[in-house]
């Protein structure tokens, strides 16, 4: 398993795909600590960013890398090697080289410029959302059987997520805002890794204006580390869940 | 006949001053407390406690005295009643610890009272678990000056740690409060001035007024209490200078206005409070060269609210600038420095050639369905805030600053 994690790392640090996406997002955060005085305010615009680009590149590149893998893939299976250790150290080597690009690309500009506590839970978060892409990235490739609906599917998860899902949710609240929607808001959050870290940034960034809300399941879940706790553990399970499903999908799937 | 009349008042005073005498109180002498001492001094008399453990049940101070502490002596009230209570003009009172007064619902039991009196100075002295600390009905021209006051820090039997009630000319100047109802309370008091305290973690207020006009209150510290200070019914109040710092939690606000005109807010610096300003049916308001950092939201406005200029002000990292309930198109808004204005300034002047709405479109939404809280600095918000910025017609046109400011007001 993890020999062919290391093989995998070792072909895409060749490949320099990943070289040039941790390069693009070590510009983007230089340029913005330097060209705002006020940090916070830098933090906030890469975190807008980083809830797009990460989970986009993160989806599309593991989904790619996956189909034009599926040779070396067919090979391995041809070896005695369980199907179990073959996905798995395919996941780790693809997830592991993002998420260096991650570190990389935004976590070392930010701990230079902006080590704070709102610094490190934007790294936690971007890199949860970077395992949580990678891992809806294996189950997307495996759902699919060729590389162009793989990739469909792929983009159809992003865009849902990190776009059409808030406007869904806005719908909601104005269709259904005579109720209670407390409880089903934060059930709501849950369903989606992109909000997930959003809020644990939010968390930090806003906490004064969070702490303004009357109800007690809302003060319950952003005052003390409830809400935190709660957002990394049910990004861990995005991390989690997918790549499970992928490795039952791909235990019984005709290569 | 003036100069007689002159020279007789000098020779009452010379007399006077001549007769007046120091009496010190210790343990186990033949002035064991203050009470006996207090009965046994005459009108301009001095009397000093030395350091020790008093029993203090309401010692009535009823003659034209000095009473200084020597070392901090302790009077103890025991839970039975009041600590002091002064009842004659000219009294100076310093350099106390004054404990466990009584509390209760039917009377305000204090650490020390004054009623009626005018002149009176109560400075240095410390109060530890009383009911009220320091509580002044009917005064005039007293100072209350480097006292700190602790309160029973239990909500049900808090009471207020400065209480003045029908006042006038009163100055409060560097005082502390704490663990009380409220830190500083005003109710009927005029023209007076309250200068340099700190009043934290009050269940209630950091200062309140009620009716209570043209007063003063500047450089003071308000941080981490119920709300930090609210003002209500009250006319031509100034808040100049004071600092409003981390006061936390759902109606939770920086400082509370509610049914006030003609007062003015200039000069204080709002950080981290859930609510900056908060405003309710308050006329001709004047906020200028205020710095709001970190709040919840910086101001909220109600619709109620007419005639208010707001001009050069800072707001920065706010998560909200300005929301209201409606519309404040009777307000005035200019020479702001907004830290989300996105505008350009073609001429370099330093002013921002496109107005801006610090009322957000999101902040709209948020004002109808409060728990798209979750959504804030998703895609989609910044997607409406920008809709709303290219068109604004989208929204009903509001509040705007003409001249918003490029670079922050340098303080």
Same mark, same amino acid.
């Given at each position: 398993?993890?020999?062919?994690?290391?093989?995998?790392?070792?072909?895409?640090?060749?490949?320099?795909?990943?070289?040039?996406?941790?390069?693009?997002?070590?510009?983007?955060?230089?340029?913005?600590?330097?060209?705002?005085?006020?940090? %916070?305010?830098?933090?906030?615009? %890469?975190?807008?960013?980083?809830?797009?680009?990460?989970?986009?590149?993160?989806?599309?590149?593991?989904?790619?890398?996956?189909?034009?893998?599926?040779?070396?893939?067919?090979?391995?299976?041809?070896?005695?090697?369980?199907?179990?250790?073959?996905?798995?150290?395919?996941?780790?080597?693809?997830?592991?080289?993002?998420?260096?690009?991650?570190?990389?690309?935004?976590?070392?500009?930010?701990?230079?410029?902006?080590?704070?506590?709102?610094?490190?839970?934007?790294?936690?978060?971007?890199?949860?959302?970077?395992?949580?892409?990678?891992?809806?990235?294996?189950? #997307?490739?495996?759902?699919?059987?060729?590389?162009?609906?793989?990739?469909?599917? #792929?983009?159809?998860?992003?865009?849902?997520?990190?776009?059409?899902?808030?406007?869904?949710?806005?719908?909601?609240?104005?269709?259904?805002?005579?109720?209670?929607?407390?409880? #089903?808001?934060?059930?709501?959050? #849950?369903?989606?890794?992109?909000?997930?870290?959003?809020?644990?940034?939010?968390?930090?960034?806003?906490?004064?204006?969070?702490?303004?809300?009357?109800?007690?399941?809302?003060?319950?879940?952003?005052?003390?580390?409830?809400?935190?706790?709660?957002?990394?553990?049910?990004?861990?399970?995005?991390?989690?869940?997918?790549?499970?499903?992928?490795?039952?999908?791909?235990?019984?799937?005709?290569? | 006949?003036?100069? @007689?009349?002159?020279?007789?008042?000098?020779?009452?005073?010379?007399?006077?001053?001549?007769?007046?005498?120091?009496?010190?109180?210790?343990?186990?002498?033949?002035?064991?407390?203050?009470?006996?001492?207090?009965?046994?001094?005459?009108?301009?008399?001095?009397?000093?406690?030395?350091?020790?453990?008093?029993?203090?049940?309401?010692?009535?101070?009823?003659?034209?005295?000095?009473?200084?502490?020597?070392?901090?002596?302790?009077?103890?009230?025991?839970?039975?009643?009041?600590?002091?209570?002064?009842?004659?003009?000219?009294?100076?009172?310093?350099?106390?610890?004054?404990?466990?007064?009584?509390? !209760?619902?039917?009377?305000?039991?204090?650490?020390?009272?004054?009623?009626?009196?005018?002149?009176?100075?109560?400075?240095?002295?410390?109060?530890?678990?009383?009911?009220?600390?320091?509580?002044?009905?009917?005064?005039?021209?007293?100072?209350?000056?480097?006292?700190?006051?602790?309160?029973?820090?239990?909500?049900? &039997?808090?009471?207020?740690?400065?209480?003045?009630?029908?006042?006038?000319?009163?100055?409060?100047?560097?005082?502390?409060?704490?663990?009380?109802?409220?830190?500083?309370?005003?109710?009927?008091?005029?023209?007076?001035? @309250?200068?340099?305290?700190?009043?934290?973690?009050?269940?209630?207020?950091?200062?309140?007024?009620?009716?209570?006009?043209?007063?003063?209150?500047?450089?003071?510290?308000?941080?981490?209490?119920?709300?930090?200070?609210?003002?209500?019914?009250?006319?031509?109040?100034?808040?100049?200078?004071?600092?409003?710092?981390?006061?936390?939690?759902?109606?939770?606000?920086?400082?509370?206005?509610?049914?006030?005109?003609?007062?003015?807010?200039?000069?204080?610096?709002?950080?981290?409070?859930?609510? !900056?300003?908060?405003?309710?049916?308050?006329?001709?308001?004047?906020?200028?060269?205020? &710095?709001?950092?970190?709040?919840?939201?910086?101001?909220?406005?109600?619709?109620?609210?007419?005639?208010?200029?707001?001009?050069?002000?800072?707001?920065?990292?706010?998560?909200?600038?300005?929301?209201?309930?409606?519309?404040?198109?009777?307000?005035?808004?200019?020479?702001?420095?907004?830290?989300?204005?996105?505008?350009?300034?073609?001429?370099?002047?330093?002013?921002?050639?496109?107005?801006?709405?610090?009322?957000?479109?999101?902040?709209?939404?948020?004002?109808? @369905?409060?728990?798209?809280?979750?959504?804030?600095?998703?895609?989609?918000?910044?997607?409406?805030?920008?809709?709303?910025?290219?068109?604004?017609?989208?929204?009903?046109?509001?509040?705007?600053?003409?001249?918003?400011?490029?670079?922050?007001? &340098?303080?």
């Amino acid at each position: 398993m993890f020999k062919i994690a290391k093989y995998i790392i070792l072909d895409i640090i060749r490949s320099k795909v990943l070289i040039a996406y941790t390069l693009l997002l070590a510009t983007i955060c230089t340029v913005i600590f330097l060209s705002d005085s006020d940090v %916070i305010k830098g933090l906030v615009s %890469i975190t807008t960013i980083v809830m797009i680009i990460v989970p986009l590149v993160s989806i599309i590149y593991a989904t790619t890398y996956y189909f034009n893998a599926a040779e070396f893939t067919e090979l391995l299976v041809s070896q005695p090697i369980k199907r179990r250790d073959i996905l798995l150290g395919e996941y780790l080597g693809i997830s592991s080289s993002i998420l260096g690009a991650f570190v990389l690309g935004v976590c070392l500009p930010v701990a230079l410029f902006a080590l704070s506590a709102t610094g490190i839970t934007l790294m936690v978060a971007g890199g949860l959302v970077t395992l949580s892409f990678t891992s809806l990235a294996f189950w #997307a490739s495996t759902k699919t059987r060729d590389k162009s609906k793989g990739i469909g599917l #792929a983009l159809m998860i992003w865009f849902y997520a990190a776009i059409i899902y808030d406007a869904l949710v806005l719908l909601f609240l104005f269709t259904f805002s005579d109720y209670p929607l407390e409880k #089903a808001m934060i059930v709501l959050t #849950a369903l989606n890794p992109v909000d997930l870290a959003r809020i644990m940034i939010l968390l930090k960034l806003d906490i004064s204006a969070l702490m303004g809300y009357t109800g007690a399941l809302y003060r319950q879940f952003f005052g003390s580390g409830t809400g935190i706790a709660f957002s990394v553990s049910m990004l861990f399970i995005w991390s989690v869940l997918p790549v499970l499903l992928a490795l039952k999908i791909f235990s019984k799937k005709d290569l | 006949m003036k100069r @007689i009349s002159l020279i007789c008042l000098f020779a009452v005073a010379v007399t006077v001053a001549s007769h007046a005498r120091t009496l010190v109180v210790a343990v186990d002498t033949a002035l064991p407390d203050l009470k006996a001492a207090v009965a046994e001094a005459a009108d301009g008399d001095t009397i000093k406690v030395k350091k020790g453990y008093y029993y203090s049940y309401n010692t009535l101070i009823t003659k034209r005295l000095t009473i200084i502490g020597d070392g901090y002596p302790v009077l103890d009230a025991n839970y039975k009643e009041e600590v002091v209570t002064i009842l004659t003009n000219g009294v100076t009172f310093s350099g106390f610890v004054l404990k466990n007064s009584k509390t !209760g619902s039917m009377r305000d039991y204090a650490g020390i009272r004054l009623h009626k009196v005018h002149n009176v100075t109560i400075s240095n002295n410390r109060l530890i678990n009383n009911f009220f600390g320091i509580y002044l009905s009917d005064c005039d021209h007293v100072s209350v000056i480097g006292n700190t006051t602790s309160g029973t820090g239990t909500e049900l &039997t808090a009471g207020n740690g400065i209480h003045a009630w029908q006042c006038h000319d009163v100055i409060i100047m560097n005082n502390y409060s704490t663990r009380h109802r409220d830190g500083i309370y005003f109710e009927f008091v005029k023209k007076s001035r @309250i200068i340099s305290n700190t009043s934290e973690r009050n269940f209630r207020y950091g200062l309140h007024f009620m009716f209570s006009d043209d007063d003063l209150y500047q450089k003071n510290t308000f941080r981490n209490n119920g709300s930090g200070v609210a003002v209500m019914y009250s006319k031509r109040i100034r808040m100049f200078d004071n600092l409003f710092i981390e006061n936390w939690g759902s109606s939770i606000y920086g400082l509370l206005l509610k049914d006030i005109t003609r007062s003015q807010i200039v000069g204080n610096r709002f950080v981290r409070n859930t609510t !900056g300003i908060y405003m309710e049916g308050c006329n001709l308001m004047t906020a200028n060269n205020n &710095t709001f950092i970190n709040n919840g939201w910086a101001m909220r406005i109600l619709a109620n609210c007419e005639n208010g200029t707001f001009e050069r002000n800072n707001f920065e990292s706010n998560s909200f600038d300005v929301t209201t309930n409606g519309l404040l198109n009777l307000n005035k808004f200019d020479q702001n420095y907004w830290d989300k204005y996105e505008g350009y300034d073609l001429n370099k002047d330093g002013t921002g050639d496109v107005p801006y709405r610090p009322v957000s479109l999101y902040a709209q939404i948020m004002e109808q @369905i409060p728990q798209s809280v979750m959504l804030m600095r998703s895609f989609m918000v910044n997607l409406l805030d920008k809709v709303e910025r290219a068109i604004p017609s989208l929204t009903p046109e509001s509040v705007k600053d003409i001249n918003p400011k490029m670079k922050p007001w &340098t303080r």
